[in-house]
């Protein structure tokens, strides 16, 4: 989140002064790819805890999503604003799956019964 904050003020400013004169037309682009990227950031922290308690229940759903965002990015890629508003909507919608099968009671496994010292 801070380094989207910081994206979004500064970038106009360090792509005019640090790139060739024609990266300027990505400027507007520049904080809503950075706000893009922040549900795609917490959507991989949940996954990666998810995948290490062994709850895989939420691939199936991931792949059909990963699906949805190839299809989308077939058929709606008229320019750059539009693919990366896609690339916002496809990591929002990661985030909420995997927060989903993060907290859902359903996909809860049993607690380990601690074992007792001898």
Same mark, same amino acid.
């Given at each position: #989140?801070?380094? $989207? *904050?910081?994206? !979004?003020? +500064?970038?106009? @400013? +360090?792509?005019?002064? #640090?790139?060739?004169?024609?990266?300027? /037309? *990505?400027?507007?682009?520049?904080? %809503?790819?950075?706000? $893009?990227?922040?549900?795609?950031?917490?959507?991989?922290?949940?996954?990666?805890?998810?995948?290490?308690? =062994?709850?895989?229940? +939420?691939?199936?759903? @991931?792949?059909?999503?990963?699906? #949805?965002?190839?299809?989308? @990015?077939?058929?709606?890629?008229?320019?750059?604003? !539009?693919?990366?508003?896609? @690339?916002?909507?496809? =990591? !929002?919608?990661? %985030? $909420?799956?995997?927060?989903?099968? !993060?907290?859902?009671?359903?996909?809860? /496994?049993?607690?380990?019964?601690?074992?007792?010292?001898?």
């Amino acid at each position: #989140g801070m380094a $989207a *904050i910081g994206l !979004t003020l +500064v970038s106009s @400013l +360090v792509i005019k002064l #640090g790139s060739k004169a024609e990266y300027v /037309s *990505i400027v507007p682009l520049m904080p %809503l790819f950075s706000w $893009a990227m922040v549900p795609l950031a917490v959507g991989n922290v949940l996954l990666n805890n998810l995948l290490a308690h =062994s709850r895989f229940k +939420v691939v199936p759903v @991931l792949a059909a999503v990963a699906v #949805g965002y190839w299809f989308a @990015l077939q058929h709606y890629h008229d320019s750059f604003k !539009t693919v990366v508003e896609t @690339l916002g909507v496809f =990591s !929002t919608l990661y %985030l $909420a799956v995997c927060a989903l099968f !993060t907290w859902a009671p359903w996909n809860r /496994s049993a607690q380990p019964v601690p074992e007792k010292a001898n």
